[in-house]
């Protein structure tokens, strides 16, 4: 992707997940969702190939051990709804379950470079999930690697089952 300014109307205006995918998870669980819903919306590179609409609405759902995204542009019309393996996300999830589970425990109780050490392994973790991600929605959408990133927490999200 270039560094030419894209059309703000390739973007997603608006991102729900589907309430019967979706598990309670811990509060700071439910307010990484809910940061990562704000950033994504408020900024982010969403451009359906072959599609010159939008701004787009994004539903996202499990159906079947799949990743479901339903696009639909901003008056409710329909324009396409993806499946995604998540397969090549599994051990993504399962190791940055562990390392969320420890960021957590650690900023209650550990020191500042505990904390940030965990982090950085948080984050490492994050950028893999972000760039498979790329790669697997490349023939389908293109996203930045930041939307990307947003993208990879709310799919985690649909993980959480309380």
């Known amino acids: 992707m270039s560094d030419e300014k894209k059309p703000e109307r390739q973007c ?8 019967a995918s979706l598990g309670r998870g811990t509060p700071d669980q439910e307010h990484e969702r809910q940061v990562a819903i704000y950033d994504l919306i408020e900024r982010n590179h969403f451009a359906l190939a072959g599609h010159e609409g939008g701004p787009y609405h994004a539903h996202l759902a499990l159906v079947e051990r799949r990743l479901v995204f339903e696009i639909r542009l901003a008056d409710g019309a329909p324009v396409i ?3 995604l393996s998540l397969t090549p996300f599994k051990r993504i999830i399962k190791d940055y379950e562990m390392v969320c589970e420890s960021y957590y425990a650690a900023i209650r109780t550990a020191t500042p470079s505990q904390i940030e050490a965990i982090d950085m392994g948080r ?3 994050h950028d893999e999930a972000a760039t498979v991600l790329v790669e697997r929605l490349a023939t389908k959408v293109e996203v930045d690697h930041d939307t990307a990133r947003r993208l990879f927490t709310l799919i985690y999200a649909l993980h959480w089952k309380g």
């Open 81 to 83: 709804s993806h499946h």
């Open 12 to 19: 997603l205006a608006a991102v729900t997940l589907d309430e």
């Open 123 to 125: 984050r490492g973790l």
